[in-house]
């Protein structure tokens, strides 16, 4: 990657998160933390707001946004592909977000591009039961809900078909075993538990903030269990 295509990516990287340490850039782009120094300086030298904030990384100063102003083929394709994916695996509640930002991709595309990446979408085909996404429309909103930290209440089925009502503080989303699963820590049961979605009857939205002042991340709940053995409840 020439350093051009290098700076390029680096504010990419910093428009996309909050914070990005030093040592981040440099491992994903496979140099030094002063070679990372010099190109941030670039970037500042060039009018782009890059500050740092000791303990967290540098980060773009609000208000700055890099309009996108192209896309290689193989980066259009990758997004291509991965809308197959989206609609076999996300249920319609994403579907239509995932079109929406792929217009948006397509628009910033010359002709010649969008006619090949027209051309390429009616030869792939994804062919996947109803079972992995249903019918439902529940996952942006128990995305809303994790990073909102907002609780849900839900009125869930077991595996005997037996339906309850919950109050949930949700952490994290985790596609495992053919199916989507919440991860919660559940009002009823005073303790993290995991809800297949597709058994959810009913989601409701309540705007209320999480109970409960910290949570173990997710990657944390996974650590502490062998998640191939989870019982479904």
Known sequence: MNRIDRLFGITTMLQSKKYVPAEKIAEKFGISVRTVYRDVKALSEQGIPVSFEQNRGYFLVQGYFLPPVSFTPEEANALLLMEK??????????????????????AVLHTREKDRLEQLNNSIKMRVSDHFSGNLDYLAT??????????????????????????????????YAAAWHIIAWCHLR????????????????????FKREKHITLN????????????VM
């Open 142 to 175: 128990l995305q809303s809900a994790i990073s909102d930290k907002h609780i849900i209440e839900v009125e869930y089925s077991n595996t005997d078909g037996v339906a309850s009502k919950r109050k949930l503080e949700p952490i994290g989303l985790v596609f």
């Open 190 to 209: 005073h303790e993290y538990r995991d809800f297949k979605v597709m058994r959810i009857v009913k989601l409701t939205k309540t705007g209320i903030p």
């Open 85 to 106: 994916v989206i609609f076999g695996f996300a249920d319609r509640s994403i579907h239509a977000h995932y079109a929406t930002m792929l217009n948006k991709v397509k």
């Open 220 to 231: 944390d709940y996974i650590a502490s269990l062998q998640l191939a053995c989870v019982p």
